[in-house]
DNA sequence: GTCTATAGCTGGATAGAC
DNA sequence: GTCTATCCAGCTATAGAC
């Protein structure tokens, strides 16, 4: 059927396989889960034949865990520029919206989470996700460090852990979206009214401020 | 080896199978995660054979419906008086800390998180753990919405939002858990801190106060 | 209601031809 | 590198003895 063999360079009739499959795998997590996944299924999804995963990876595992490393490293440094440049809650919050609908599009977040289920009582993948994880909780909490930086909330919010609050909150409402899409949308908005909150709070004037800082610090 | 078949009332030497299933699958997907759980393993957990899960309930998936209803179900009632209690932000997040903290202890939390995860792709068990959640997040949307009422918050905060979106802070942060213990900490600490700054907001002065409604209607 | 046994299937993984 | 064929473990679900 397809000329398989061909070695002339300019062919490409598909994609190497290796990366078909990474692809495959990424796809298999999304539209069914974790629990969809198996030798088999990847291997359809992809195209390719089910025993070539064990000769590109050794295990069905171990092509999940470089499906995960792949995709996160691809797409935290698609925004590394952007977080950088912010300078403000405002600008945070924008390019939060867009990152986060950008991703949830792709499905990133799903697979995130369907990968972090996943990882209960399997080392290997925990390990996998809690690097991709890093990846991004790292970005972020390096903008909110600066961002903070002079707030009257720099007292009351830790950057490292507000990072991953977010993080798992973003994680937490995809997951929710399959039970629920009208609740998910709605938690996510809340989200970001926490998000406005942090705005407001940051920019109050001089004596709102001091009222706060006070109130912060009796606690 | 036990004497079973023995039909006293007094001996009790088990709970009754029907229940120790429940309780089984239960620990099952505490302990190993939606990817762990087969009627093998629930089975071997609940000390019971293989067979009665079929003959109790009719499929796996039926008795998974069953442990997240009865467990939810019971675990709300449990704090219904409390939650109703509440009278400020500072009572309400002492009680959060002791809620989450007891059903995290329970395994509550980590079991609904993986439930949450298996229900991707699978309609029935979606549509059960969306009535679980719904039961917890129709109680602290009810007292959230009871103390935001004449708060300067009330112009900004969701209540139905806010209560999903803490849910699923919680539900992701568990899972988070699994992958980097200390991560998932430090978001948690996060989550508090958040709700101590809507606690310090909610008790502000009466200038501070004014300040800050207008800055939030003006957006 | 509970047990044993088993049918029938899907899954991970490998051997070996090409 | 890729494919076919296959082994074997584990799974759901049912039949039937007790």
Known sequence: MLDRGDHREGVRRLADTRQRLVDGAFETIRRHGVAGVSARTIAGVAGANQALIF???????????????A?????????????????????LLDLGRRLHAEERELGNVT?????????QGNPRLAEAVNAALGLWTAEIEQVLARLLRGSPLS????????????????VGLELYEAADLEGAEAGMAALEQLGVLLEVVDELGPLARRALAARIKRR
């Open 55 to 69: 000769y590109h990876f050794g295990s069905v595992d171990a092509l999940l865990v470089e499906a995960c490393r």
């Open 155 to 170: 007292d009351l919010v830790d950057p490292a852990g507000l990072a991953r609050a977010v993080s798992a909150g973003f």
């Open 111 to 119: 697979v995130l989470a369907q990968l972090l289920a996943g990882a």
């Open 71 to 91: 995709t996160a490293a691809q797409r935290v440094g698609h925004y590394r520029d952007e977080l950088a440049a912010v300078t403000d809650f405002s600008a």
